[in-house]
């Protein structure tokens, strides 16, 4: 949508590296809805004795659809929500939109991490597990807060400070899993040290790559002497402009993190659907 802003830079065709890496996304993200399917008839299926209740499942399963759709949605119709870029002219690239269903899918994503922490935390008589199982979905709600700010406004900060609270959630994630180490041997424990050392890497990510990003583009518009919008200023100019850009340039910043968003933290969001399933039939 142009009004008046600058609209397509580029073609999006397939001798533009930005194609291959959206076709790379949309498969991806094509191939985790169907293995969500797959896993729903499987888990839902009366044959399989021994798992968690129907109920239960379909609990875990539905913030994992959610979570699922959403990244898919992303990826599909990739953006930037600060500087209002986008691969495709439609509303659905609108910022409004996209944040909005980024929000709901991040929240379900919270709330399977604390659903697993208190499971496993309630089985083990764990109680630092426990604790990190209800600090988790609110630290995540204030984060979803300054995502929120900085995307109206434009500013930088927001998303810096929203990244430190994703960062301090899941190191606090990462302590109820190491507290659940010594309850477990075998299989069950090679899959927390796998959870463990995957956290550790997304540590080491929003350290010193993605927070330190945002921290730059802040310091840089404070340099430009670019003010933040009003919120309701932001609001109306997040909801009906969006600039199409085929500039490999303008999305630098944006590959990596959303390439292990919308791939990585989607497995996840699969692989605690069976841990859930089976968790009260791990061996100790």
């Known amino acids: 949508m142009s009004l008046g802003w600058p609209a397509r830079s580029s073609s999006l065709c397939w001798s533009n590296p930005l194609a291959w890496w959206w076709g790379l996304l ?25 798992l968690g209740t129907a109920s239960d499942i379909e609990l875990m399963l539905f913030l994992s659809a ?19 870029i986008c691969l495709f002219d439609t509303w659905l690239s609108s910022v409004t939109v996209g944040r909005s269903v980024a929000t709901v899918a991040e929240i379900c994503f919270a709330a399977q991490w604390a659903i697993i922490l208190h499971q496993l935390g309630t089985m083990t008589g764990a109680a630092t597990t426990l604790s ?14 300054f995502s929120w700010y900085a995307v109206l406004t434009r500013n930088y900060l927001g998303n810096a400070i929203e990244n430190s609270i994703w960062a301090l959630s899941f190191f606090i994630v990462g302590i109820g899993l190491c507290r659940l180490l010594p309850e477990f041997e075998g299989p069950v424990a090679v899959a927390l040290v796998i959870a ?43 909801s009906v402009r969006w600039i199409v850009t085929h500039d490999i340039a ?23 659907c069976v841990c859930y399933a089976f968790a009260d039939h791990l061996p100790r």
Do not use: H
């Not at 094509?30 to 888990?43: K, M, P, V």
């Not at 949605?73 to 600060?82: G, I, N, Q, T, Y």
């Open 196 to 238: 463990i050392i995957g956290i550790a890497g997304y540590l080491v990510f929003l350290a010193t790559i993605d927070v330190p990003m945002y921290l730059t583009r802040w310091q840089a518009g404070r340099a430009n002497c670019t003010g933040p919008l009003s919120l309701l200023e932001g609001l109306w100019d997040a």
């Open 66 to 84: 959610a979570y699922v759709c959403g990244c898919a949605f992303r990826s599909f119709l990739p953006r930037a929500d600060v500087q209002r």
């Open 26 to 50: 949309a498969l991806v993200s094509g191939a985790n809805i169907a293995a969500w399917f797959l896993l729903y008839r499987y888990l839902q299926d009366p044959r399989t004795d021994g």
């Open 132 to 145: 990190a199982a209800w600090m988790i979905v609110p630290l995540i709600l204030i984060a979803e807060c």
């Open 250 to 272: 303008a999305w630098k910043g944006e590959i990596a993190w959303m390439s292990l968003y919308f791939s990585a933290a989607v497995w996840a969001s699969l692989a605690l």
